[in-house]
């Protein structure tokens, strides 16, 4: 058998099943001065107004069941997924101004693209560049390859004492 809920399931009104007895009780509690309220037994087939539901017949909780989430508009549906022609009409039948809106729009879509494109072949051949060519020894290199050489002479230098 397994054992019983440390905090046992309550009613709004208060109301708990004791795990001992199995009996329904309105567990103590502690006031506000410190002192304890005693546990209160509540008799068998008492409700208390809090815990009584409000009473729905069968229609109106078919009429629940069926109720349209909140915000909802009554007749509205959903768009179909986007295609190519935003008026829904086929290629044929557009105005001349429409299909002049049309070219455009691929034009600018076209051009974005190529400039990515082109920046982003930039960015590459930056990073590829410095790779690839050999390294020049320039006054600022040998200033800090001298440097390296002086620090690491120093450290051979030094001797540990124990």
Do not use: C
């Not at 005693?38 to 008799?43: A, D, G, M």
């Not at 629940?64 to 009409?89: C, E, F, M, Q």
């Amino acid at each position: 058998m397994s054992k019983p809920a440390l905090y046992p399931e309550t009613t709004p009104s208060g109301i708990a099943v004791d795990p001992r007895t199995f009996e329904r009780v309105i567990p103590e509690s502690k006031r506000s001065d410190g002192s304890t309220r005693k546990e209160i037994k509540i008799r068998p087939g008492f409700t208390p107004q809090e815990d009584v539901r409000r009473f729905r017949g069968t229609k109106q909780q078919e009429m629940d069941a069926r109720a349209l989430p909140k915000g909802h508009i009554v007749g509205w549906v959903a768009p179909p997924s986007a295609t190519n022609n935003t008026t829904g009409k086929p290629s044929g039948t557009m105005s001349k101004s429409q299909k002049k809106n049309e070219k455009r729009k691929e034009k600018k879509k076209a051009d974005i693209a190529k400039k990515i494109q082109e920046n982003w072949e930039d960015s590459d051949e930056d990073e590829i560049k410095p790779a690839s060519e050999p390294k020049a020894t320039t006054e600022s290199s040998n200033r800090t390859d001298s440097a390296t050489d002086e620090v690491a002479e120093k450290l051979g230098k030094l001797e540990v004492n124990n």
